[in-house]
Nanobody
Framework: QVQLAESGGGLVQAGGSLRLSCAAS????????MGWYRRAPGKQRELVAT???????TYADSVKGRFAISRDNAKNTVYLQMSSLEPDDTGVYYC????????????WGQGTQVTVSS
C-alpha cells in the first residue's frame, strides 16, 4: 500500500510564493516520474510540472520561469516552489507519482488548495 501526503497550500496575495510538498510512503521499491497537476475552478485538470528520476523537468508554458519542481529521492518527496503567483494559478493542486511496488502504478495525492488573491 502506498500513500501520498501533500502539504503547503494556502491563501496568498498575487506576487507571493508558496511551496508544495508531496511525500510518498509505503512498500516502495522505486519511484519514477513525479509531478504536479492542478484543477482550476470550472476547468479540467492540467499538468503543471514533472520531474523524472534523473532530474529532467517539464513545465506548462503558463508557469515557466515562475515555478520550480524538484525532488528528494532519499525521502521520496517532490516539491513545487511557486513564485510570482497570479490569480489564474488558483486551484486544487495534486501530486502524481509513478511508483514501483510489486507493479508500476501512478498514485495521486488528495489535493491541496492554492488560492491567489488579486
Amino acid at each position: 500500500q502506498v500513500q501520498l501526503a501533500e502539504s503547503g497550500g494556502g491563501l496568498v496575495q498575487a506576487g507571493g510564493s508558496l511551496r508544495l510538498s508531496c511525500a510518498a510512503s509505503g512498500r516502495i521499491v522505486g519511484v519514477n516520474e513525479m509531478g504536479w497537476y492542478r484543477r482550476a475552478p470550472g476547468k479540467q485538470r492540467e499538468l503543471v510540472a514533472t520531474v523524472t528520476n534523473r532530474g529532467s523537468t517539464t513545465y506548462a508554458d503558463s508557469v515557466k520561469g515562475r515555478f520550480a519542481i524538484s525532488r528528494d529521492n532519499a525521502k521520496n518527496t517532490v516539491y513545487l516552489q511557486m513564485s510570482s503567483l497570479e490569480p489564474d494559478d488558483t486551484g486544487v493542486y495534486y501530486c502524481a507519482t509513478t511508483i514501483i511496488t510489486e507493479e508500476v502504478e501512478t498514485y495521486w495525492g488528495q489535493g491541496t488548495q492554492v488560492t491567489v488573491s488579486s
